[in-house]
């Protein structure tokens, strides 16, 4: 068994859906670029406000891939 090591990125899911729509988005684009993605962790979340109702979610989120040996 051998040790592994991460690397950790700060990226920002975005829908019209609800939050786990936007961290579903962010981690599929990620998905795209890095590779051996492991874990994520849910940093913040937001909201855009429109006629008194929730219109857009923002989940920033922290994504841990593992580094290629």
């Not at 962790?41 to 989940?59: F, P």
């Amino acid at each position: 068994m051998s040790d592994n090591v991460y690397r950790v990125t700060e990226i920002v899911g975005t829908s019209t859906v609800g939050s786990d729509d936007a961290i579903k988005n962010a981690i599929s684009r990620a998905s795209k670029t890095l590779k051996n993605l492991d874990w994520f962790e849910v940093v913040e979340t937001r909201g855009h406000i429109e006629n008194n109702e929730v219109k857009h979610y923002q989940v920033t989120i922290k994504v841990g891939f593992k580094l290629e040996e």
